[in-house]
Each structure stands twice: as C-alpha cells, then as structure tokens.
C-alpha cells in the first residue's frame, strides 16, 4: 500500500502482458504515450519543470524523470487532481501565445522563466486561467518537480539517482541490500494487496 | 454476530493501549485488543522518502487509509475543508500494530516535575485551560523507570541538571559514534553555558531485550525500522501480551461505539472487522487507547439515554484541550561539512529552557534535528531566496551537506476552543461521522516558542554558523503526533473525564490510556510519559480488578 508501483521480478513476468493489454484499452489517448497526460501536456509539463530545476553542469528536472513522476501521479493516486494539472498547463500555454505568439515550451528559457515568475505571483490575466488559480497551480509544480528530482527514483524520477549524486548522499547507503523494489514498467498494474497471514 | 465474551477489550495497539493490553493479559485476563491498521513487518520496510509519517507528501505508509478516512479542518479564519492523512491538518498519526510507535523518531523524554504543576508552578495565562495533574512526577519515577527498562532507552541524561530525581540511570549507553553535529554543537552548548547532553532514545545503542543494535542509517523517523532496534508496543510489550495465552489481537478493526447497558454501563463494543461485517465484542471492561483524536472520537459516538451527548461528556470536556507542541527553531548554514550520514540525526539536547524563564510560563527542551532526506530539504533556504531555479539549485548543491538545524516542542497552553467534535454532515468509509479540528495556539505558546527560536538560533550562532534563520511559531490548533488533552485527567467531575487512575468519572468500566488524558503534554515528546502512564494505569486497573470493583 506504500507504494502502487511495487512488482517483484516475479510480479513482472506475470503481468507484462496484462499489462500491455490494459495500456491499449486503458490509454484514453491513443496517441500519446502518457497515462494521464497528453502529448502537448507533457511537453508544456516539461519545460515547466526545467524551470524549476534546471538542466546545468548536473541534469535538469526534466531529463530526471519528473514528467513521468507527475503523470504517474496523476493517473493514480491524484486522478482527482488532473482537472487542476489540465486547467494550469492550458494557463500556461495561454499566457505564453498572449504574450509571445508561441506555446509555452517553444520559448527562450528566460522568457520561460519570467512567465514562470509571474504565475507564482498570479500577475497574469483571468481569463487565461480558469478552472485553477495561477499561485495553487504553481504551488503544485514546484513541489512535484521537486519531489521527483530529489525524491525516490522508484517514483520515475530522479533517474539514476541523479540528484543524490548531484548532493553527495552516500549510495547505496546500505551494503547488500538494495532498499527500494528495481522500477516497474511504466503501465503496470496494481497487484493485488498482500493478505496478511 | 457476538463474539465470546472476554474480560478486557483494548481499542488500538500503540503506546497507551500495547503497553495496557500486555499488563492486562500478564495479571491473566482474558484481553482482545483491536487495532485499526494493518500490522507491518520491519522486515518489509522499503524506505520510501516520499510516503512515510515523517514526509507524506504523496501519501501515508502506515495507515490510516487515505480515501477511508477524511476529517474536516477548520482554519483560524473559520473556513474548513476535508482533509486526508497525507496533509498536515488531519493532525495524523500513524494507524498500525505500534501505532505511533512503529515509526516514530523515539526520543525517550521524561517530563520535568513542573510539567505536571503547571497551574500552580505559573497560573493560567487567560483564555488558556492551563491545570495541574491530578498526580506528580513522584507518582510517575516509578513507572517511567519501567518504560525505559521494559520498553529500552539509550542515552545519557547525568549531565541534564534540571531533570527530576531519578532511582536508576538509562538501561543503555548513548550511540556510538558521535556525529559530526554533536561534537560542533556539544562544546557551542558548554560555551554559552549550557548543559547539554545525549538525547535519550528508544533505539538499541546495544543489543537489548533480544533484539539488536542500531545500524545507524538514515531512514529512522517516520519509518519503521528493517533491523528492528527501534523500541516500540509491537516489539515489546505486544509480543508479551500474546505470549501469555490470554491475549488476542485483531487487525484492521475499526470499532463503532462502546456498547452500554441499561445501567449506563459498557457491556463490549460494537467493531467493523477486516472484511467490513459489523461484530459485537462483548467484555467486563472496555480500554480506550486510540490516540487523543480517535479516543476522543468514540467516546463522542458512544451515546446511550444515560449519556445523551457522549461516554464521559456531561460537562462538555470531551474533545476539549487539544494540544500537541508549537514547534520552532532555527536553521544554520556552515563552511565545512556537518553531513555525514550517521542516522538518527538526533543526538545532543539542552533542557536549560524548559522552565524558570522570567515572564514565560514553561518553554521546552532544544535538539538537533533527525537527518534530512533530500526533499525534506528543498525548503529549507534562506527566508526571501528563490525557491526554485537555477539559484535554488546552487543552494541545494552547496548546503545540503552543510547545515544544521536545531527545533524543540514549545509546551502548549491548552485551550477551550483548540478541540475535536464529531461532524455533522461528513461520513468516513463505514458510515461514521469524522472528526472536525478547530481552534488555535495560544499567543503566549507563540510568545514562548518564537523564545526558543532565538535561542536555538543563538546555538547555531555560536557553533560557527556563516548564516542562521528562526523559524517562528504559526498560527492554529497543534496536533499532529503529540496529540493530547482531549480526556482530561482531573479530580473534579466537572471540570476532567477520567479520574487520577484514568477511569471515566461517571462510567466505572471504561478507561481511557493514552495522552487524551495529559492535562499538559510538557515541554517534550510526548511518548515515554505515555507508556508510563500506561503502567501507572494498568497497575491500577489490575488492582481494582482483583479487588472485584470492576466486575459486571
């Protein structure tokens, strides 16, 4: 229950082509490769979460992981929260072609990242915006690019511990064990809860 | 369906009611105990930095369920919201075999002799319920000395002056090896005067009670613990109770209402079991141990003509009281390294602010923080520097092996209105009214907490910090983990819930044993007093049993 994701190597073999099915009939947008997002989401999302965590000398949020975490997210345990994602992205891509003509990830990354500062202020304009206020929206971003770059990579993010590296956290800190399950693919299903003996 | 009869039914399994449910089956009562949650196993445990007690950020790992059991939130301005168990303002505590215990930080405070006269030691600041205990720390020595012998606790608390008497020392040394932020902070501490010492935890320094050592690795509170070292009811005193023959534990059972007679008497409870079939408990005598929301709760949903508005509600004390800690502190930034991966994190504390501060009425102890995981870290920059970026980043990447942050539990001035009630209209999963949360902090536990935010601020300071921030009291009810009051402990019916030996005034078979009945919850963790208490009532009980008094 701690974590929807767990599939042992055995779980793995068992449900791959459960699983492959259930991610045809599943997939409510054939054409994108998300579960919950849709391509142009997922884009916008990215850039978004670039600018929270940028690409520098050490990867950015983006490279990291984090548009898997969000989606992820977002078609599990904060299904009731895609209304809000939805409703900032469109903001977002709004705001951007009101000001410059081009959705929000074809921007310079300055450009980005002053649009991006203006949200956090909710300095942009109401009609763009509607079904979420600009500030929760942000709110939101901030804090789940942060937690799939310097949360547990079992999420989908921090891909190869990128950001423990990054800090120095001692890895693996335990010798022989590994403390997390290896990552699941992208569309398993939830096994079934383990019946207490 | 009517299960057999038993002497003693004991709702939930943590620090109160495991340590109950052991004394009771051990003086050889027949004892159910139920508990809400699932009981984990630590050799299960998967560390997860984002779905634990300590950060919750996209979930619980150890109950209670999170679409089952929302609450209703009502904020300073009077706006309420329901609310889950991952979000701070459900005031959540962990719903397991353990409960709290399980995953818990497990520092092994004693309250100080003051903590217990609070009233007379500094009279009631207005607008505050503030009151004595109906007993002493002297009542109390013993039964402490026994949770941290049954229980375990390492540490060493010789060079705390202000401490009360004590008999014997702790059972364990303190851990080995010291941290890098013990041995900065230690001599800072000594320089200003100071006394600070080893943090008493309930954490095996040594092997102890057939259990091992502490491997010391990062993920302590807010996980249970894979090696087993940390001390809690589902290690110790649980195991006990079922070893004796006597004592049936039962998971994943939320019990409805504690069932009455026609005399006003509790006759068993009424419980929806794993698989949601509703199941009467028959029993002598029902212990209520849930935690001071979820006790509070059920005697609020036990009502009978005889107790038209709740078990031990007659005057309106039920839910009442409700204190946790106002936490503060500071953060520190240095120019060398101070990580080095040496968990718990918490090792060094002073308790020269708990009491004797001109003006304040009682303060609190100050101590290191538990090791940050990384997210835990990412709001810990500066007050007015970006919060995310390219500039955040930097930051991230130059502090988080170089800081330290010292906080501690201001002692609470409860408060009427700082309190939970059933509410009207929303329902959790089996068709129960949830509890709502109202209230705030009084603004003299604010005046005495933004203190020790100075002070813990002024360590930092002198332990070389290049940077240093307070953070200051906030605004609202505290709960959380350290929640208590809500059964209060008093002489006078009319003014407490249950009498000195935990027993609800007007009803003689039903207890409540755990920190609802604190009157005051100290300058500290509450826990340790909570299994002492335990004992102390346990002790009681059996007493009072074997005497007849308790007896349909």
């Not at chain 2, 215990?101 to 092994?108: D, K, L, P, V």
């Not at chain 2, 800072?188 to 005067?193: I, K, N």
């Not at chain 2, 949903?301 to 005889?306: E, F």
């Given at each position: 229950m701690d974590d929807p994701y767990a599939v042992d190597r055995r779980g793995f073999l068992k449900t791959g082509a459960t699983a492959a099915a259930a991610a045809a009939v599943a997939c409510g947008k054939p054409t994108s490769r998300w579960r919950a997002l849709t391509e142009d989401e997922a884009k916008t999302l990215a850039a978004a979460c670039d600018q929270i965590v940028p690409p520098d000398q050490d990867p950015g949020a983006a490279e990291a992981g984090a548009v898997t975490f969000i989606d992820r997210q977002l078609a599990t345990r904060r299904k009731k929260d895609q209304p809000l994602w939805r409703a900032g992205l469109r903001g977002l891509d709004a705001t951007a072609r009101r000001r410059h003509g081009k959705p929000f990830a074809e921007l310079p990354f300055d450009v980005q990242t002053a649009l991006l500062q203006d949200v956090e202020k909710g300095a942009v304009e109401a009609s763009d915006w509607s079904g979420v206020e600009p500030a929760l929206f942000f709110g939101l971003l901030r804090n789940h690019a942060m937690m799939s770059f310097y949360g547990d990579p079992r999420h989908g993010g921090n891909k190869d511990r990128v950001s423990w590296k990054m800090l120095g956290v001692p890895d693996p800190p335990i010798r022989g064990r590994l403390h997390e399950t290896p990552p699941p693919p992208a569309l398993a299903p939830r096994p079934p809860a383990p019946r207490k003996g | 369906m009517a299960l057999?009869?038993?002497?003693?039914?004991?709702?939930?399994?943590?620090?109160?009611?495991?340590?109950?449910?052991?004394q009771l089956a051990e003086a050889g009562l027949s004892v159910v105990c139920l508990e809400k949650g699932r009981w984990h196993s630590p050799f299960e445990e998967r560390k997860d930095d984002l779905v634990n007690q300590r950060n919750s950020s996209l979930g619980v790992a150890y109950g209670p369920d999170e679409e089952k059991n929302p609450r209703v939130f009502v904020d300073v301005e009077g706006r309420e919201r329901v609310v889950y168990p991952h979000q701070g303002e459900y005031s959540p505590n962990a719903s397991c075999v353990g409960g709290g215990?399980?995953?818990?930080?497990?520092?092994?405070w004693r309250f100080m002799p003051q903590d217990f006269r609070m009233r007379s030691t500094y009279g009631a600041p207005e607008g505050s319920t503030l009151e004595d205990w109906p007993v002493s720390y002297d009542d109390m020595e013993p039964w402490y000395e026994k949770a941290e012998y049954e229980i375990g606790v390492s540490g060493d608390v010789e060079p705390d002056v202000f401490k009360g008497p004590r008999r014997k020392p702790l059972p364990m040394p303190p851990m080995t090896p010291k941290s890098i932020e013990y041995e900065i902070l230690r001599p800072?501490?000594?320089?200003?005067?100071l006394h600070p010492f080893d943090t008493p935890l309930l954490i095996n320094s040594v092997p102890y009670n057939g259990r091992s050592a502490c491997m010391r690795i990062r993920w302590c509170v807010g996980f249970g613990c894979e090696t087993n070292a940390k001390n809690g009811t589902h290690n110790t005193v649980i195991p006990r109770a079922l070893a004796t023959g006597n004592a049936w534990l039962r998971t994943e059972c939320k019990v409805k209402e504690i069932l009455l007679d026609d005399r006003g008497r509790a006759r068993g409870v009424a419980?929806?079991?794993e698989n949601d079939r509703l199941q009467e408990q028959p029993a002598d005598l029902v212990v209520v141990s849930g935690g001071a929301t979820e006790s509070a709760r059920l005697?609020?949903?036990?009502?009978?003509?005889?107790?038209?508005?709740g078990l031990g509600n007659r005057h309106d004390w039920v839910g009442r009281n409700m204190a946790g800690h106002t936490y503060t502190g500071a953060v520190g930034l240095f120019d060398r390294e101070t990580y080095d991966d040496i968990g718990p994190g918490?090792?060094?504390s002073?308790?020269?602010?708990?009491?004797?501060?001109?003006?304040?009425r009682g303060g609190g102890m100050l101590a290191n923080e538990f090791i940050r995981l990384p997210y835990q870290f990412v709001s810990a920059n500066p007050p007015g520097t970006p919060s995310w970026g390219k500039a955040h980043k930097d930051f991230m990447r130059r502090y988080y092996r170089r800081n330290m942050m010292i906080q501690g539990p201001t002692q609470d001035m409860p408060t009427w209105d700082g309190r939970v009630q059933l509410d009207p209209e929303v329902k959790d999963h089996w068709g129960i009214p949830v509890l709502r949360i109202s209230g705030d902090n009084h603004p003299h536990t604010r005046e005495i907490a933004n203190r020790q935010a100075e002070r813990a601020e002024a360590w930092l300071k002198e332990a070389g910090a290049i940077q240093t921030w307070q953070r200051r009291a906030g605004r609202g009810v505290s709960g959380h983990q350290h929640q208590s009051g809500t059964c209060r402990m008093g002489s006078d019916p009319k003014t407490s819930v249950v009498d000195a030996t935990c027993r609800i005034h007007d009803v003689p078979n039903v207890f409540v044993v755990d920190a609802s009945v604190h009157v005051t919850n100290g300058g500290f963790n509450p826990v340790l007093t909570i299994f002492a208490n335990a004992f102390r009532a346990s002790d009681l009980l059996v007493e009072a049993w074997k005497g007849g008094g308790l007896k349909g």
């Open positions: - | 057999g009869r038993v002497n003693a039914v004991v709702v939930g399994s943590g620090a109160g009611g495991g340590v109950v449910f052991s215990t399980f995953s818990y930080g497990a520092q092994a800072a501490a000594l320089r200003l005067g419980y929806f079991d005697l609020l949903l036990s009502k009978s003509p005889l107790h038209p508005d918490v090792c060094i002073v308790c020269d602010y708990n009491h004797g501060t001109p003006g304040l």
